[in-house]
T-cell receptor
Framework: DTGVSQNPRHKITKRGQNVTFRCDPI?????LYWYRQTLGQGPEFLTY????????KSRLLSDRFSAERPKGSFSTLEIQRTEQGDSAMYLC????????????FGNGTRLTVT | DQQVKQNSPSLSVQEGRISILNCDYT??????FLWYKKYPAEGPTFLIS?????DKNEDGRFTVFLNKSAKHLSLHIVPSQPGDSAVYFC?????????????FGGGTRVLVKP
């Protein structure tokens, strides 16, 4: 079990640029989640996938955000035309597709928009 | 609308004593309750959970209590150890038909003094 892997660990970008993050879940986990955490707050749900299907998106996920999981394995989260308010820790988690199974989180990608 | 509240942002306790962390929620649809622990620069790590049909679950030094009528749960750590110093998140889950989505509280920072 290599755990959930996220890349890059840190990303600094200028306002208006596009960024893409990658998440590799634990193998055999068919559910994959994206969360965002800002300083002093708990993580907030953004979206989740069951295999390759995106089943739910939070209203926090504006039109500038898009997530994909094309083959039901790794996932990418893209933010277009970044804004300073997008600065946060972006966390990915995965779980087996059973009710009540806990989510296993990666170490996150910290985004700083200057 | 804050569905999950952890009203104590921080807690300081002497090594060997008990740490008690509290969590209140408003959504009666939550059917599973998890606690996560987070160290700096790492993702949240699953600690312990309890089903909505139970009122207590114990795992070593960690015990979680659930009072459904009061929509309140607590995490007891006894005896507290310096390695327990971290941020703890209460994270209820809607499991049945809702994809195991977690809703996090704001966290409680615990400092265990040697």
């Amino acid at each position: 079990d290599t755990g959930v892997s996220q890349n890059p660990r840190h990303k600094i970008t200028k306002r208006g640029q596009n960024v893409t993050f990658r998440c590799d879940p634990i193998s055999e986990h068919n559910r994959l989640y994206w969360y965002r955490q800002t300083l002093g707050q708990g993580p907030e749900f953004l979206t989740y996938f069951q295999n390759e299907a995106q089943l739910e998106k939070s209203r926090l996920l504006s039109d500038r955000f898009s997530a994909e999981r094309p083959k039901g394995s790794f996932s990418t989260l893209e933010i277009q035309r970044t804004e300073q308010g997008d600065s946060a820790m972006y966390l990915c988690a995965s779980s087996v597709g059973q009710d009540n199974s806990p989510l296993h989180f990666g170490n996150g990608t910290r985004l700083t928009v200057t | 609308d804050q569905q999950v509240k952890q009203n104590s942002p921080s807690l300081s306790v002497q090594e060997g004593r008990i740490s008690i962390l509290n969590c209140d929620y408003t959504n009666s649809m939550f059917d599973y309750f998890l606690w996560y622990k987070k160290y700096p620069a790492e993702g949240p790590t699953f600690l312990i959970s309890i089903s909505s049909i139970k009122d207590k679950n114990e795992d070593g030094r960690f015990t979680v209590f659930l009072n459904k009528s009061a929509k309140h749960l607590s995490l007891h750590i006894v005896p507290s150890q310096p390695g327990d110093s971290a941020v703890y998140f209460c994270a209820p889950m809607r499991a049945l038909g809702a994809g195991n989505k977690l809703t996090f509280g704001g966290g409680t920072r615990v400092l265990v003094k040697p």
